[in-house]
């Protein structure tokens, strides 16, 4: 069945239906009629997201009149839990959004059409480290969209009231360390703490670990780092903690994954890690003093940032369609008409020719990120493959075990050796 709707009332339908259920927009989902072949797309985001999509959507539709798209959206977290019970079903959509994290685990649980098996995609304007974080045992299983890198949001008014020196693309963790403690001490910020501590955040860990040649996965997806790894790190954060430096325990423990919830957002410090796209959260709350810093570096000068896929494309490996599921992979990822209208509203896009034809359109906070992310080309290290299984669990393991550190229950050397143990037992199974 051919949509009939406009884009605007598709995207008001979809509109009405975000943070709900996941709601059709479009084809009947089914075989197709009049011959035609009919799949699922399912996405997560905001309604830009949705009307741009719904564009490219009929686009496709326009140049493949034998193929119908049915599609549905919803906020992160339904579209995560709707998606789960459906692959457990087996009747997972011909093609999804994904997740970094969610490639592993549905890789090998053969949820995933190996996409490198279809000529139909084309991954050669796609940066090989990008696309080898969508390999899972040799096979190419998912395709990255766009990129995004982690960063350090401050107030650049009130960093410079304090007289402290801006972050620099050099500047180290010890660099970094005594910003926040002048940040902190001086009587022009207000009384607010230097930044969010980063013991609680596996991300920081992460990039802390890469910037001093380790990593937290190896490639045959066991721990890349120690319990001393883990207890210098958290030893670091504590001394941090009790300076006044980095925000306290009940500072950190309200945050809820909104940047409204963490210290900065909640004005009780001058900066945060986070990652650069949902930085944009902080422009209301900041204003127009908000700036991003890169990751500090090694003291060797080792970059531990890295460029990550802010999402992927995969196919159902039950689809009844993998032929032309990979065509409209292919079309999202590689059509220029199909770029232009889908801009960034998925990231920085990781097609090297849609992104040159992206960036000169790019306005806002887009714009900043675009710029933010333009200084690291050629300079950071490839980003590692997707984490193995277990993973999304060791994020939450990981807070919780940082939790009982910041309330001084359990020594850095306790929790680490807590984490390393339960972190074995989770990667086994």
Known sequence: MRRNRTKASCALALVLTLGGTLTGCGGDGGGGSGGKVSLRFTWWGNPDRAARTEEAVGLFEKHHPDIDISTSFAGFDTYKAKLATQAAGGDAPDVMQLDYRQINQYATSGILLNLGKHPELRTSEIDKGLLATGVVDGKQYALPVARGTETM???????RKAGVPEPTLTWTWNDWADAMRKLAASPATKGRVGSTDPGQSEDVFEIWLRSRGKSLYTKDEKLGFTADDLTRYWEWCTGLRKEGAVSSAEQTTQMDGTVENTPLGRLKSVADFNWDAPVSGYSAIVGEGLKLAPFPVGEDGTPGQYFKPSMFFGASAKTGHPKQAAQFIDFLLNDKEAGAILGASRGIPANDTIRQGVLPKLEGFDQV???????????????????????????????????????????PREAAENYITEAKAELRQ
């Open 369 to 411: 990120i675009s710029t933010y992310q333009k200084q690291f080309e050629g300079k950071l290290n490839d980003p590692p493959p997707a984490p193995p299984k277990g993973d999304t669990s060791l994020q939450s393991t990981f807070s919780r075990d940082y939790d009982q550190v910041s309330y001084e229950r359990l020594s």
């Open 153 to 159: 949001a401050y107030d650049a008014t009130l960093w």
